[in-house]
């Protein structure tokens, strides 16, 4: 049998390696991010009453999302240790479990957006036209999720093996396809009917659809590294488990956000459906500036995996260090731009003057909160990696429901609507303290004990 070579995730300059790795998901994540601020200007065009619509159903969509990257980090993470071990039949397992998962994951939020989604509405307004609106978006978006799920398992057994470029040609194709049929679904050109919010869900859908159907594609024909074969495919508890071990802890972590977004939006409500659009259109904005250092934590989570598998510890701390100066530089300059462009930002969204009294002091004040950001999010994705995924875990926990929300509130009761933003960045100061603790405790209990053995052999 031919031997194999190494990974290039051992052997290339780490620099180099982090850059090439990141760099295309980094793109490809931008472009999901400005299909994302695309979709709500469009929405936008419609009324503040669709805007707040598509910002009500913000967190089920978001669970959507922590659900599939969860399930992808836990795919990402083990396979890539089982490719540093040279592991390859478990290799195999993880990527055929984890597409299974992905479809069980798919059918029970089909199921919740078709029988819940309108009572999930009711749950926050009376307003009937929000409710019409929403529920069209959401049922949508859920009970066409197989792409979505699909999407994200396909990309992560990409990632996992080193080839993210084929991540930026899926993900840029079915962000282009949603931008494109965005005005065409919603305002109902080109002979198409008019379709308004529920257009905007039917845009986004065939977009990740057709990413799906291009990432099955690039791992059976390109992904020399894995080779799937659901012929032969048997469901593997054991392998189940391990993938669930890490991915369990990023669901709940990603999860948190959901929790956290619709305790806000219950705070937000009380004074204005119009604070809900602000606090809306604040996360489509930030996910301008999360996105690529989201891409970058990617690139950096299959290489520190690798080479902890690969028993490497200079190439792990090389990989965090330049992790944590590209991810602070480049939220410093998410922040500039919040504080300079701010009006402007806002007015894309078609802001009113109310909304652009709320929206400014708003995002300048939660911006602060990418200061301390990058640091910690690579901190928890360094966790993830090294299989620690109850630290990411607890940090989330803390952060949003320990500090921000019960902040939030009480905030919100003493100081009003201008002060409930402030919570945001309080959180986040919070959480680095944690993340630092963290990041020693990592060092002391995995990759000092690598350097020790190392150096004694």
């Known amino acids: 049998m031919e031997e194999r070579r190494e990974n290039r995730m051992g052997t290339m300059p780490v620099g180099k390696l982090l850059v090439t790795m990141s760099l295309p998901i980094m793109i490809s994540m931008l472009i999901q991010a400005l299909y ?54 478990d290799a195999n397992a993880a990527a055929e479990n984890g597409i299974l998962l992905s479809l069980c994951n798919w059918l029970v939020f089909a199921i919740f957006g078709g029988l819940f989604s309108e009572a999930f509405f009711r749950a926050f307004t009376d307003n009937p036209e929000i409710i019409s609106m929403g529920t069209d978006y959401l049922t949508v978006c859920t009970v066409f999720s197989f792409g979505c799920f699909m999407q994200f398992a396909c990309e992560r057994i990409l990632q996992a093996t080193g080839i993210t470029i084929y991540n930026m040609i899926t993900q840029a194709t079915g962000a282009i396809i949603n931008i494109i049929l965005d005005p065409i679904m919603i305002f109902g050109l080109f002979g198409f009917p008019r379709l308004g919010v529920k257009g905007a869900a039917v845009a986004t859908v065939i977009g990740q659809i057709v990413a799906m159907l291009m990432g099955l594609w690039f791992n059976a ?31 709940v972590m ?66 965090i260090r330049l992790s944590v100066c590209y991810a602070v530089g480049m939220l410093t300059f998410g922040l500039v731009i919040f504080w300079l462009f701010t009006p402007q930002l806002l007015s894309i969204f078609n802001a009113s003057e109310t909304m652009l009294a709320i929206g400014v002091p708003a995002l300048r004040i939660i911006s602060l909160s990418f200061l301390f950001a990058g640091f910690c999010i690579i901190t928890l994705s360094v966790c993830q990696a090294l299989g620690h995924g109850l630290l990411s875990l607890s940090v989330s926990v803390v952060r949003q429901l320990v500090v921000l929300l019960p902040s939030a509130f009480l905030l919100a009761r003493f100081g009003g609507l201008s002060a409930v933003w402030w919570a945001f960045p309080f959180a986040e100061l919070f959480s680095l303290t944690l993340c630092v603790i963290y990041m020693r405790h990592l060092y002391r209990a995995e990759i000092k004990p690598l350097e020790e053995s190392a150096a004694a052999g």
Do not use: C, W
């Open 36 to 89: 994302n601020i695309v979709d709500s200007i469009f929405v936008a065009q419609i009324g503040e009453n669709a805007l707040t619509a598509v910002s009500l159903a913000f967190p089920v969509q978001n669970l959507i999302i922590a659900v599939g990257i969860g399930t992808g980090i836990g795919i990402n993470s083990l396979l890539s240790r089982r490719l540093g071990e040279r592991r390859f039949d």
């Open 221 to 251: 024909k390109k992904n020399r590294e894995i080779h799937m074969d659901f012929r032969h495919f048997r469901p593997s508890g054991r392998i189940i488990g391990e993938i669930y071990k890490v991915g369990v802890p990023s669901i």
């Open 254 to 319: 990603q999860s948190i956000g959901t929790v956290m977004t619709i305790g806000m939006n219950k705070i937000l409500i009380a004074f204005s459906e119009t604070a809900v659009a602000v606090f809306g259109v604040y996360f489509k904005l930030q996910s301008f500036v999360f996105m690529p250092t989201f891409g970058l934590n990617n690139g950096m989570v299959p290489i520190i995996s690798y080479n902890y598998g690969a028993r490497k510890p200079d190439r792990m701390k090389q990989t």
